[in-house]
């Protein structure tokens, strides 16, 4: 049974505060659980509920949420067994009572979402993917290292934010990890080389002042190459592009030119054709639904399109998507909606509609490694916890590094069967 609720302020790898949760069984359990916080966040996301007051860490403290644990949502669920995760989730939203977590902040309800499930697992004498998963819980991800970054995650001048590779083609997530890495640090010596500077954006990629996007594309093609693998078998690429971060208006503005949405479908149908693209986030506005059809009926049987912004793992959006034959894949981000519930609610919608999933971290992170475990419970078979350096980022591949050292002989690493229906 639940004893006790705590919360604390601690700061996240941008160095902005962000709530953290401890939560006491009677047993003596004690877990903890910390929140992240996106920088190009949807528009449709829950609430994070920051203070406001300008004279503490520039307004950006959380100590309101870190109050709504304390005094509302902790005492709500005292005396509750820690095992009832969705009767803890029905209780935290219905002490809320808003629509989006806006009055105690997502921030707040999540981080005590996740510490009771982490509680009850070690209550139960199980790691988390277990306890959430059950026994058949035993694909690791492909890893999606994201190695430049552009867009909000960089002060250059890439408009695309993120550029990943895919290691797919290894035997073994220990091994798509080693090979993601070599790459990151050839890409390091290339760009070097090329005269880029090569300092860090927020997720621990490069923040290179490139010309264009396609010349992101062409650095990891090259790079891949140079570090020993085959570009596309070994390997494949894929883009977070942000698009809502530079639409106006029915206009996309990018590489310093304005796009219609159908030049930009066309420009997609390029990069598809002309490099090992599997996988492309957030490539249209999160409400320029029409669009996202024609890009949909367009490129959907060649190349994963996923949902971020658009979808913010809301299951209902998520549904209006798939009645409207939008996108083919969940971006997974727990914060955007708020609990654990409501999470594994819209990855089990997904994958009854044929759509895959990919887990994800945010731009400013901390040491939790929750999300390692849950790509695992519910075998989504994607991840993408930003390159292979930075702590932040690095946690989350060290915890499943761990997972599929546990797993042993029971682990099967997705590979290339995650991207089957696509290119690659
Ligand atoms: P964010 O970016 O965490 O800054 O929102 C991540 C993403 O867009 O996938
Ligand atoms: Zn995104």
Same mark, same amino acid.
């Given at each position: ?7 604390? #302020? ?9 709530? #953290? ?68 989730? #029905? ?7 808003? #629509? ?78 080693? %090979? ?61 592009? +942000? ?15 304005? %796009? ?8 997609? +149908? ?155």
């Amino acid at each position: 049974l639940i004893e006790a609720v705590g919360a604390r #302020e601690i700061l996240d790898s941008r160095g902005n505060p962000t709530v #953290e949760v401890e939560v006491l069984l009677d047993d003596g359990i004690v877990q903890r659980a910390a929140v992240p916080s996106g920088a190009s966040t949807g528009a449709f996301e829950a609430y994070e509920l920051r203070d406001g007051d300008k004279s503490r860490y520039g307004g950006k403290g959380v100590l309101k949420a870190v109050a709504a644990v304390i005094d509302e949502l902790g005492p709500a669920i005292e005396g509750v067994d820690a095992s009832e995760q969705r009767v803890i989730d #029905e209780i935290l939203i219905a002490t809320d009572g808003t #629509e989006n977590k806006s009055r105690t902040g997502a921030n707040a309800i999540l981080g005590v979402s996740l510490a009771v499930a982490k509680a009850a697992a070690d209550a139960a004498d199980l790691p988390l993917f277990r306890y959430v998963g059950g026994p058949n819980a035993h694909v690791l991800p492909v890893p999606l290292f994201n190695v430049i970054n552009g867009g909000e995650h960089a002060d250059n001048g890439i408009d695309f934010q993120e550029f990943f590779l895919a290691p797919y083609g290894a035997e073994t997530f220990s091994e798509a990890l080693r %090979w993601g890495t070599e790459i990151y640090h050839v890409l390091k010596s290339e760009l070097k080389a090329a005269g880029y500077a090569t300092g860090l954006g927020d997720e621990g990629g490069f923040a290179p002042d490139l010309p264009s996007n396609r010349a992101g594309l062409e650095f990891l093609i090259d790079a891949i190459s140079k570090a020993g693998f085959t570009p596309g078998k070994d390997v494949g690429v894929g883009l977070d592009v +942000a698009a809502s971060e530079f639409y106006n208006d029915g206009v996309y503005h990018m590489d310093g030119k304005d %796009w219609t949405p159908d030049q930009l479908i066309d420009y997609y +149908a390029d990069l598809v054709d002309s490099f090992p693209v599997v996988t492309i986030e957030d490539a249209l506005d999160e409400e320029d639904w029409e669009n996202w059809q024609k890009l949909t009926e367009r490129l959907g049987s060649k190349v994963q399109l996923v949902g971020d912004d658009l979808f913010v793992t809301n299951p209902k959006r998520l549904a209006k998507g798939i009645d409207l034959g939008v996108a083919n894949s969940l971006l997974v981000k727990v914060n955007q909606i708020g609990t654990l519930s409501e999470t594994l609610d819209a990855v089990d919608l997904a994958h009854r509609s044929g759509y895959t999933t990919m887990f994800s971290h945010r731009s400013g992170e901390t040491e939790d490694t929750t999300i390692a475990d849950l790509v695992v419970a519910v075998n989504s078979g994607q991840i993408k916890s930003g390159a292979p350096a930075r702590s932040e980022r690095v946690a989350k591949y060290n915890q499943l590094l761990r997972i599929e050292e546990e797993l042993g002989d029971a682990a099967t690493f997705a590979g290339r069967a995650a991207f089957r229906r696509y290119k690659g």
